[in-house]
């Protein structure tokens, strides 16, 4: 069910490393009414989808298969693009550079990232 709103056509770019949460978090920003970019899974393809597309905002899972997000979330704030990020960790594990962003607690809940990313848009 799409639900039409402020989010509605906002281009969001999803980084992570597990397909099915990957999976589950397109489905739930396209229910939203965004425009979901292809999921990066790597810090290293984050960055060549960052430098190839224009981008609203990202959804960033902290922890890529054993390397941190940062590197992504430097680039987009060189952008001007609003990240949030998402992990399975408790958010206090964020370096403290980063803890200006907002953070969200896995699993997601749609309603919580449905309000971040209208408050960060």
């Known amino acids: 069910m799409t639900m039409p ?11 992570e490393d597990e397909i099915l949460v990957s999976w589950a978090t397109h489905d739930m920003l396209e229910d939203l009414g965004c425009l979901v970019l292809d999921p990066a899974a790597s810090v290293s393809e984050a960055l060549a989808a960052i430098a190839a597309e224009a981008i609203d905002a990202a ?4 922890n890529l298969n054993g390397q ?3 590197p992504v979330a430097d680039a987009l704030a ?3 693009v ?3 990020f998402v992990t399975g960790y408790a958010v206090d594990r964020i370096a403290a550079a980063y803890r200006t962003a907002p953070a969200l607690q896995k699993p997601l809940d749609r309603i919580e990232l449905a ?3 209208t408050r960060l848009l």
Not at 5 to 15: H, S, W
Not at 59 to 62: A, F, G, P, T
Request: hydrophobic share 50%; charged share 20%.
């Open 5 to 15: 709103g402020r989010l509605a056509g906002r281009r969001v770019l999803v980084v």
């Open 82 to 84: 609003p990240y949030v």
């Open 115 to 117: 309000g971040t990313l």
């Open 68 to 70: 941190l997000s940062y």
């Open 78 to 80: 060189l952008r001007g």
């Open 59 to 62: 959804v960033l899972d902290l």
